[in-house]
């Protein structure tokens, strides 16, 4: 069964510090991994996405890894702000046909950065 | 802003009413999406439409139709809504093979009393 699964479901920590949310998959044919952000009340927004040869990536204070061979993926938060607060959400693509409507959602890591 | 547009933002329906949410997108995608979010669960596909004058189903399609009025345009329709339809909506599209991500629209919350 194809399934994305995230780790924590939520999480606390204090502003300026760092953290990592994990996220595993069993998702076949594998053709990109996704990490987005959600803040309350809006729709989700696109931070990385890598495919099958890709085992990192960055977008400013936020860092993707990728192991495909185990099928995991990371996503580390540095320095943390208060406006990281939101729900970051491990989206896993098929490869399969034209990729379209092919997307594994997980359900997401509710991330609260307190001051 | 150049984006993905839905209309309207909250929406309170009766049983048994009819309507439907708009979803306009300004960014010459072929693709377009719409999915719902639930409460402890990922974001679900109802319906996409991969380029102008073609849709599919998604995941849980039942209850919902579509159209894709033109290449900016896909609209969501709730004939007869139901409790279970109560939920968050996103419209999202995307260029060719998603290369770049999927762009999402803000939702529509939606109950159904």
């Known amino acids: 069964k194809n399934q994305v699964e995230q780790s924590p479901q939520s999480l606390i920590i204090l502003e300026g510090k760092n953290c990592t949310l994990q996220c595993n998959y069993t998702v076949s044919p594998f053709s990109n991994l996704r990490w987005y952000k959600q803040d309350t009340g809006r729709g989700p927004v696109s931070l990385t996405i890598?495919?099958?040869?890709?085992n990192t990536k960055s977008n400013g204070r936020y860092t993707a890894t990728l192991d495909a061979d185990t099928k995991q993926s990371s996503l580390h938060i540095t320095a943390s702000q208060l406006s990281d607060s939101a729900s970051y959400i491990c989206v896993v693509s098929r490869n399969y046909g034209g990729s379209q409507g092919n997307l594994i959602f997980g359900k997401g890591t509710k991330l609260s950065v307190k001051p | 802003n150049a984006g993905v547009t839905q209309t309207p933002k909250f929406q309170v329906l009766k049983t048994g009413q009819s309507m439907t949410l708009q979803c306009a997108q300004d960014?010459?995608?072929?693709?377009m999406y719409w999915y719902r979010q639930d409460p402890g669960m990922g974001l679900r596909l109802i319906y996409y439409?991969?380029?102008?004058?073609?849709?599919d189903k998604g995941e849980v399609p039942n209850g919902y139709n579509v159209s894709r009025l033109n290449k900016r345009e896909f609209s969501l329709r709730l004939e007869s809504a139901a409790p279970s339809q109560t939920s968050v909506y996103f419209c999202?599209?995307?260029?060719?093979?998603?290369?770049?991500?999927?762009?999402f629209g803000s939702g529509t919350r939606l109950t159904v009393v």
């Open positions: 439409s991969a380029s102008e004058g073609t849709t």
């Open positions: 960014m010459n995608h072929n693709s």
């Open positions: 890598m495919t099958f040869s890709e």
């Open positions: 999202a599209s995307t260029g060719p093979g998603g290369a770049y991500g999927y762009t």
